[in-house]
């Protein structure tokens, strides 16, 4: 075998190599197991053709890496200056939820009290009679007490009926003046039909101060109505009965689809109820530990879902609870 000749030509065909294909071509036909070379090799008796067929070895494989590198690098270069990429083209849409309307509209309310500086409470939803009917004020006949209208685990706990009871938790906590809102799920032995489910969500608010009167609660309510369903809402009262409140009294909106003009929505009354409110009754206050002649306050009790329903208008409350999404990417 001339060893100058195949290093020539082993050389001139790895430098010609255009592309890693063909250099891995080259590499085989002059550096692999069936190269001239490696025959030449394992057939070699000599010290000093050893060397030299060695050294001839090294060189090509040198050359091949080399080579390797200088395509590698040319490829780079070429992509670089070549390829084109478009770095401002939209990327793939992931699909992406949102949040459930009932939290959208708990957010708002939320909002709308921290804004008047408002403590916002989430307290628990397994209650005894002594903290969501006793402490309350509710009189011993009171329905709501009964095992009918109320799901109790025994004859003390109970799934709270309301958010009332964070009325109690907070005026224990901590001395007056108290302005919070507690929000959270309620639980009553109700059927299901569009306006009614077993579960639902309420608020409630709570401010005991001195000096309260029921302007306060008024123009509090008035402001909660126009930061949630508009700067042109009314708020009117209609006397009712709470245990917790005296006096108590029902709050309305006007009407957002007439104007309260009266249509279909409003039952032609041009109102919408929304739920308790009153003057925090002084059985409360004693049943707190705090002097009814010191301190005066307003509280507030209303549906989530109630609110959801009239600011995104659909007509079926159970629709929130189902969880179908053809529905719920509406709002
Ligand atoms: N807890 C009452 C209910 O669930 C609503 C309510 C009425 C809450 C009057 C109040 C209130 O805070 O003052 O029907």
Redesign the pocket.
Known sequence: MDAKALETEAQSAIAGAASPDELEEARVRYLGRKSELAQALRGVRDREAGMTLNALRAALEGAVEARRAELERAELERTLTEDVVDVTLPGDALPLGHLHPITQTRREIEDAFLGLGYEVRDDREVETVEFNFDKLAFDPWHPARSHRATFFFDDNRLLR????PS?IFALQEHEPPVYMVSIGR?YRRDDIDATHYPIFH?F???AVDRNITLADLKGTLLHFMRTIFGPDRRVRFRTHY?P??EP?MEPDVSCGICGGAGCRTCRHSGWLEM????MVDPRVFENVGLDPEEWSGF???CGIERVAQLKFDFPDIRALWEGDLRVLTQF
Request: charged share 10%.
């Open positions: 009926t309301e958010t009332s009325q309620v309420q409630e608010g709570l709470f917790f409140t108590s739920g308790g409110s009153g509280a507030f009790g």
